[in-house]
């Protein structure tokens, strides 16, 4: 008897094989890499928008200055910059030389005793007859943080002043002015302080954290405890680092009363 015929064409059994073997890897890599894509656009998508969220909270809590006080500030910054020289010097007739420049260069009354007053804090401690001399806002900002580790709030926030005097846009500074008026209970003027520091936008991860959990407090002092929980868990949504930092923090925990889980 005959064998029955085989109608399996082993070529073309063995093209398809192959072609399964090759086409279904390929094509999860496909999937995968377009399910990939698509994760990272909806993470990017969701991080903007917690961005966005926190920008819009930032802009209904904390004072903004006008452009136009942004560039005040900026010409005053200038020009006692480029007149340290006389500022710092020991001479008597500094000061009434400097105040007479002033007087020339800024014409606007309420600008003028502004400049006034921060070239006399400058020269005055510059010229401390003790050891903690400053002259720049690196200087400053080094005896502030001297000051505070001590306790001495007052002269801490002088020292941070005159560092912001120089260079308006030191958000480190004007963070670190922020809470040594919180600690003196000078709390509008710790607030406005806060309020440049977050305008400056900070970047710096550890600066950053700070700055919102200052912020925080701020705000709890201020007696806006809801708005302070709502405002941390905004930024802790963006920066998940910010939530250990605020358990580590007695003094949020202290001023706040918040209870983490």
């Known amino acids: 008897m005959s064998s029955p015929p085989n109608n399996a064409d082993p070529i073309r059994s063995s093209k398809t094989d192959l072609l399964v073997k090759v086409a279904v890897p390929i094509v999860t890599c496909i999937i995968a890499a377009i399910t990939l894509h698509y994760t990272v656009l909806r993470d990017a998508d969701q991080s903007r928008d917690k961005k966005t969220e926190l920008q819009q909270k930032e802009a209904d809590l904390f004072n903004k200055r006008s452009d136009l006080q942004r560039t005040k500030d900026a010409s005053k910054a200038d020009f006692l910059q480029k007149n340290m020289v006389l500022l710092t010097s020991s001479q008597p007739s500094a000061m009434r030389q400097a105040e007479a420049l002033i007087d020339t260069t800024f014409t606007a009354p309420e600008e003028a005793l502004d400049v006034k007053t921060k070239a006399r804090h400058i020269h005055e401690s510059a010229n401390e007859p003790t050891s903690h001399v400053a002259n720049g806002t690196g200087q400053f900002k080094a005896l502030g943080f001297q000051y505070s580790s001590g306790g001495y709030f007052a002269e801490a926030a002088l020292s941070f002043s005159n560092a912001i005097t120089l260079a308006p846009d030191d958000i480190q500074a004007w963070n670190a002015l922020a809470y040594a008026q919180l600690r003196l209970d000078e709390i509008d003027e710790a607030f406005k302080s806060i309020s440049r520091a977050i305008e400056l936008k900070p970047t710096e991860?550890?600066?950053?954290?700070?700055?919102?959990?200052?912020?925080?407090?701020?705000?709890?002092?201020?007696?806006?405890?809801?708005?302070?929980?709502?405002?941390?868990?905004?930024?802790?949504?963006?920066?998940?680092?910010?939530?250990?930092?605020?358990?580590?923090?007695?003094?949020?925990?202290?001023?706040?009363?918040f209870h983490f889980k």
């Open 205 to 257: 991860g550890n600066l950053g954290r700070v700055v919102v959990i200052n912020a925080t407090k701020i705000l709890c002092a201020q007696g806006k405890e809801d708005s302070a929980r709502t405002y941390l868990n905004v930024a802790i949504g963006m920066n998940q680092q910010l939530l250990s930092a605020a358990k580590g923090d007695g003094e949020l925990l202290r001023i706040c009363g």
